[in-house]
């Protein structure tokens, strides 16, 4: 599985962007999908996560209420919809699937697939 990140940008405190993962070379249907963020000089975090099904979300407790992430499995892409966005969002955020156990949904050794990245920086 191929998996390529983009949307992101610069934008303004309070602003919104929108994430797309697109995948290649397999059906992402099967797989959990996750977002994880590293900012600058500080390690990869876990930001959001949708299972298979799309039925289960979870968020890293600074994104709950602003972000949100869905998929469309027909179009073989997941999204992370950014908004109220703050300077602490600033990093670069990476798109990953796995097929994570419920207890470890939130850690990438789980995730055998990953995105290139894609830099959002939010502007003060």
């Known amino acids: 599985v191929q998996l390529q990140a983009s949307g992101g940008g610069l934008v303004q405190a309070g602003g919104s962007l929108r994430l797309s993962c697109a995948a290649s070379?397999?059906?992402?249907?099967?797989?959990?999908m996750a977002w994880f963020r590293q900012p600058p000089g500080k390690e990869r975090e876990f930001v959001s996560v949708?299972?298979?099904?799309?039925?289960?979300?979870y968020y890293r407790d600074s994104v709950k209420g602003r972000f949100t992430i869905s998929r469309d499995n027909a179009k073989n892409t997941v999204y992370l919809q950014m908004n109220s966005l703050k300077p602490e969002d600033t990093a670069v955020y990476y798109c990953?699937?796995?097929?994570?156990?419920?207890?470890?949904?939130?850690?990438?050794?789980?995730?055998?697939?990953w995105g290139q990245g894609t830099q959002v920086t939010v502007s003060s």
């Open positions: 949708i299972r298979s099904s799309g039925g289960s979300t």
């Open positions: 070379g397999s059906t992402l249907s099967s797989y959990t």
């Open positions: 990953a699937a796995g097929r994570p156990i419920m207890s470890a949904m939130s850690s990438e050794s789980m995730y055998y697939y």
